[in-house]
């Protein structure tokens, strides 16, 4: 049992890891406490509190990517296009350097992806880069608050399975 708990909080970890690739790690985390809950193996009062840690990592990065990007004037459609070139970046930085290049590419994808629409809507380059600077900063500081979260989150399963 206890080889089963460390190879789940092992798993789940690397979940939250899969966060700095741009995608949702966490929920894929929530995955371990809710199977070791339906169990009977850990409380459901802690699988609650890893719920509500993850949903407070989506929050946040969401948050902090819209509203840094808002301070600075990007509008909710750039705001879409630094989502989606997050999602871009990352796929094609997974081929670099053995997946460890979706990191920045996720970044430099959330950058990219407000800049060029920026652009080609305003066709002003300094307004562009101010705005994909932000939005870049945005997600960087919500990608970090959300990891953080996730592994908040391993310590929850980690000391409910332990039984502290």
Do not use: C
Not at 62 to 75: E, H, I, M
Not at 77 to 91: M, P, Y
């Amino acid at each position: 049992m206890e080889m089963m708990a460390l190879a789940s909080v092992t798993l789940q970890t690397v979940f939250v890891l899969i966060n700095l690739l741009g995608l949702p790690g966490n929920i894929a985390a929530l995955l371990i406490p809710l199977l070791w809950a339906a169990s009977g193996h850990l409380p459901w009062e802690v699988f609650y509190s890893v719920l509500i840690l993850v949903a407070a990592g989506e929050l946040v990065e969401l948050a902090a990517s819209y509203f840094v990007g808002k301070k600075y004037g990007v509008s909710n459609a750039s705001f879409f296009a630094s989502v989606i070139g997050s999602l871009i970046g990352g796929i094609f930085g997974a081929g670099i350097m053995l997946g460890i290049g979706a990191v920045p590419g996720t970044f430099l994808g959330a950058f990219l992806g407000t800049y060029i629409y920026e652009y080609f809507k305003f066709s002003d380059h300094r307004t562009a880069l101010k705005r994909g600077i932000a939005t870049f900063t945005g997600r960087f500081i919500g990608t970090a608050m959300k990891v953080v979260l996730g592994f908040m989150a391993v310590f929850e399963t980690w000391k409910g399975l332990a039984g502290l």
